[in-house]
């Protein structure tokens, strides 16, 4: 029997000594890895909503890198909490055979981080399965929080920024 090697591979994460915070997405869409970018569809509010409320301003940057040197000059990493998946598209209810990246490592790593963010259901789904021994853990807070995906069209950006704004301060 041959073993094929999955058609999604996720991003390393973007994330240094300072960060407390991780916001973790399931597995970056098309648009993103063809770009090899977070969030890079054009209609994902993440990075509007990020801009907004680490600076107040509605200027997204334009350089990516720019974008994650924002993030983390506010200690928030990011992640996904797939690290590999089979998946046909972009939407979360597609993605199967995956397997999670490995967070005890990052953890050890990076022990200044205090509050894991699930950007959306899926994100923390498959945390919580592959990752049950750090949901023990007292020195961790977890939060879901609705997801900035176009998929997610019932949450405005208005409802995104009151209801993220409550875990990410400037």
């Given at each position: 029997?041959?073993?094929?090697?999955?058609?999604?591979?996720?991003?390393?994460?973007?994330?240094?000594?300072?960060?407390?915070?991780?916001?973790l997405g399931s597995m970056p869409?098309?648009?993103s890895l063809q770009a090899q970018q977070y969030y890079a569809h054009p209609q994902n509010r993440?990075?509007?909503m990020?801009?907004?409320?680490?600076?107040?301003?509605?200027?997204?940057?334009?350089d990516y890198h720019d974008r994650l040197n924002l993030l983390l000059r506010h200690h928030i990493a990011l992640w996904d909490s797939i690290d590999t998946c089979e998946?046909?598209?972009?939407?979360?209810?597609?993605?199967?055979?995956e397997q999670g990246n490995d967070f005890s490592?990052?953890?050890?790593?990076?022990?200044?981080?205090?509050?894991?963010c699930f950007n959306g259901a899926k994100s923390c789904q498959t945390?919580?399965?592959?990752?049950k021994p750090l949901l023990a853990r007292s020195d961790l807070c977890f939060v879901p929080?609705?997801?900035?995906?176009?998929?997610n069209a019932r949450w405005r950006l208005p409802q995104l920024l009151e209801v993220w704004g409550k875990v990410i301060h400037p």
């Open positions: 029997m041959t073993q094929t090697k999955p058609n999604c591979i996720g991003f390393p994460p973007s994330i240094n000594k300072d960060c407390t915070h991780l916001i869409g098309i648009s993440f990075w509007p990020m801009t907004r409320l680490l600076t107040d301003q509605d200027k997204v940057p334009t998946r046909s598209g972009s939407l979360d209810s597609a993605i199967h055979d490592q990052l953890l050890d790593h990076y022990p200044s981080i205090h509050t894991i945390f919580k399965r592959y990752n929080l609705p997801s900035t995906s176009p998929a």
